[in-house]
């Protein structure tokens, strides 16, 4: 495929408030819009999500990559991200040709989301539970273990009596009752002892799925075995090897799959197929999201029925402030809807996208 031009944007969304996890606190996502013009005009787009926090490539290193893709279409090289930016614009570009000439785009589809809940005081969780159950979500994703992260600034935390994650997850029950699920994340915070005991503790609150809870597959392994909570992987699933290791290990019974850690939409249904999977967002921007809407419907179609019942964390859009794209998925009544058009149907306000170009 030859290409006219290809833009490589970084830029960052600003939250609405800080975004606190057990990794520590963001106040903005920085992103790289990749842009592919081909040489009849079509455009494709793809995002890629540099995961920092987690050691992974920076922002700079992302763009040097993509930048050298750009001249040199070298792709087993690049970092998970970039590479999942490349074959994003890619598919992108295939759809909307696909679609131009075919002279379809126009669709209707969607698919369920979890409510995503930073951490932070009981109260104000249950408060922000509610919220979101307003808008027709019955699915909710609670950050655990940001009181064991030396990087977040806890005196919001300890200023308000009984704080801890067992007391986050009792508040937010009790607010909505147990027709919802709560899922709970702690991003690998709790050492084993610690997972052991605040699982015991969260067991009479039927949580659906405790994602990442320990650090490593082995650790999983031996908690899954004190728990009646199924797991779910985050960290230690990022490739396909990693996927077949936990299934023989019996580490989990479910895995979590971001775009920009495993290397784009290929990699993430290779992944599926070995380890039952939902998609959540690393937050990602518009393109990001999209692409990962395109890949939690071709999850629902895949016949196995143990995944359908899992909602997708991709409605994390209502975090930001702000966005660069004119059309995107829109959230509503709990659902995230893939925009109309062909390829992904995402479409970029220029003007925002300068406003927030870094």
Same mark, same amino acid.
């Given at each position: ?11 960052? +969304?600003?939250?609405?408030? *800080? ?25 494709? +787009?793809?995002? =890629? ?13 992302? /763009?040097?990559?993509?930048? %050298? ?25 295939? %759809? ?11 669709? #209707?589809?969607?698919? &369920? ?6 951490? $932070? ?8 539970? &509610? ?26 935390? @300890?200023?308000?009596? $009984? ?16 027709? /919802?699920?709560?899922?709970? #994340? ?8 610690? =997972? ?40 230690? /699933? ?9 299934? =023989? ?9 971001? +775009? ?9 249904? =290779? ?36 995944? +359908? ?16 794209? @004119? ?13 109309? $058009? *062909? ?7 220029? #003007? ?7």
């Amino acid at each position: 495929m030859r290409f006219n031009s290809v833009e490589v944007i970084p830029y960052a +969304l600003p939250f609405k408030e *800080p975004y606190v996890t057990a990794r520590g606190v963001l106040r903005r996502r920085e992103m790289v819009l990749l842009r592919v013009r081909d040489e009849d005009g079509v455009v494709g +787009l793809g995002e =890629a999500v540099p995961l920092a926090l987690r050691g992974g490539a920076s922002l700079g290193d992302v /763009v040097r990559e993509l930048e %050298g893709w750009g001249e040199h279409r070298e792709v087993q090289a690049l970092s998970a991200p970039a590479r999942c930016a490349v074959e994003t614009a890619l598919m992108d570009l295939r %759809g909307r040709r696909i679609g131009t000439a075919a002279g379809e785009g126009e669709r #209707d589809e969607a698919v &369920e989301c979890n409510a995503t809940l930073v951490a $932070g005081p009981p109260a104000e969780v249950a408060a922000e539970a &509610e919220k979101w159950a307003r808008d027709g979500f019955t699915t909710f994703k609670l950050k655990l273990g940001a009181e064991s992260a030396k990087t977040v600034d806890m005196r919001r935390f @300890s200023q308000t009596r $009984g704080s801890g994650d067992v007391e986050q997850v009792r508040a937010v029950r009790e607010a909505l009752g147990p027709g /919802v699920r709560i899922r709970v #994340d702690a991003n690998e915070a709790w050492d084993l002892e610690t =997972a052991k005991a605040t699982l015991a503790a969260l067991e009479p609150f039927e949580v659906e799925l405790a994602e990442q809870p320990v650090a490593g597959l082995e650790a999983m392994a031996e908690l899954a075995a004190n728990t009646s909570i199924p797991l779910a992987a985050d960290e230690s /699933v990022a490739t396909l090897a990693e996927a077949e290791e936990a299934v =023989a290990l019996g580490a989990c019974a479910y895995t979590g799959i971001k +775009l920009s850690k495993v290397g784009g939409p290929e990699e993430a249904l =290779a992944i599926s197929d070995v380890l039952p999977a939902y998609v959540t967002s690393a937050l990602d921007g518009p393109v990001g999201i999209a692409a990962a809407a395109q890949v939690a419907l071709s999850l629902a179609e895949t016949g196995h029925p143990e995944r +359908l019942h899992l909602a997708h964390g991709l409605a994390t859009q209502r975090l930001f402030a702000s966005t660069i794209a @004119s059309v995107e998925c829109e959230v509503r009544d709990g659902m995230l809807h893939l925009p109309p $058009g *062909p390829g992904l149907g995402v479409e970029i306000d220029e #003007d925002a996208l300068q406003a927030h170009r870094i």
